[in-house]
DNA sequence: CGGGATCCGCACGGATACTG
DNA sequence: CAGTATCCGTGCGGATCCCG
C-alpha cells in the first residue's frame, strides 16, 4: 500500500502526484462503518443534553419548570427542543397531565439511566 | 418552591403568571456547572473525531494518507481540522518530517488512548 | 504527500414574544 | 405552567482550488 507517483515534470511548475489506486477491499470496506460508541454519543451532541440527563439522573422524575431552573441559562424552546429529542431517541420518558395549569414530568428510561450511569463513569476517568 | 401564582382575571382574554421568585440559593448555584463528563464528550463532537480515534486506536501511528484512505468521505482539509483539534485537546500527537515528499505521522497520546478505551466500553454497552 | 486558503449553505442555538 | 412561533447570527462541515 501507500504507493504513489509524485514528481515535477520538466518545464511544469507544479508538481504532479498520481496514486495508483492500491485501496485494498479491506480498507475499502472497514471504513464508513459508523461504530457503536458513535451512535450513543451522537444521541449527546449538542448542547445541554448531558446536563439535562445529568439532573434528571439525580431525581425520580422532575417537572418541566423546575429542570429550566436547575439548568441556568437554558432558554425555555431550547429545553423542549433537547427533551423532544432525547424522547425520540428513547433516553428519556414524558408524562402530560392535561389540566389548568398545565403539568408536564419528565424522566430517564431504563436507556436514560444506562446513558447516566455512562456518564458518571467518564467522570470519573476524566483525563 | 415551585409556587406561582396563576389566573385569568375578569374581563381578561388571557392567563396570567407572576412568578414569585423563589429559587433557592441551591437551585441557583447548582445549574450551569459544566460536568466533568461533558468536558471529555465535548472534546469528540462533532463528526468523524470518534472514527479518527477508532483508527489511530487500532493502529500504533498512521500517515496522513493512510488515515485518509481509512475514513472514508472525509476530505483532506477537515480531516487536517479534526485532527489539529484532537491534537489541541491533547488526546493526539504529531510527528513531522519535513522531507519531499512530506511525511506526518499521527498517533493517540495517553489520553487518547484512554479515550479509545471509553469508547470500546461504551459500545459494549450500548442500548 | 500533506496540507493551507477560500467560499458557501444551512443547521443549530439564542433571544424575544405570545398563548391556552 | 409549559410550551409554540418567529427571527436571526454564527459556526461547522463540505467543496474547490492551490502549493512546495
Redesign the pocket.
Known amino acids: 500500500m501507500?504507493a504513489?507517483v509524485?514528481r515535477k515534470l520538466p518545464g511544469e511548475?507544479?508538481?504532479q502526484?498520481e496514486?495508483t489506486q492500491e485501496k485494498t477491499p479491506a480498507e475499502a470496506t472497514d471504513a464508513g462503518i459508523p461504530c457503536a460508541a458513535d451512535r450513543l454519543l451522537r444521541k449527546l451532541w449538542?448542547?445541554?443534553k448531558t446536563h439535562v440527563i445529568y439532573v434528571l439522573g439525580e431525581q425520580q422524575a422532575c417537572?418541566?419548570?423546575v429542570l429550566r431552573r436547575r439548568i441556568a441559562g437554558?432558554?425555555?424552546?431550547?429545553l423542549?427542543?433537547r427533551l423532544r429529542e432525547l424522547e425520540a431517541d428513547g433516553l428519556v420518558w414524558r408524562e402530560?397531565e392535561n389540566s389548568i395549569?398545565?403539568?408536564?414530568t419528565y424522566g430517564l428510561t431504563k436507556a436514560g439511566r444506562a446513558v447516566h450511569a455512562v456518564l458518571k463513569d467518564i467522570e470519573q476517568i476524566d483525563l
Chains 1, 2 share one sequence.
Do not use: A, D, L, N
Open positions: 501507500e504513489y509524485w511548475s507544479r508538481y502526484m496514486t449538542g448542547q445541554w417537572r418541566f419548570g437554558i432558554s425555555p424552546k431550547v423542549t427542543t402530560q395549569p398545565p403539568k408536564v
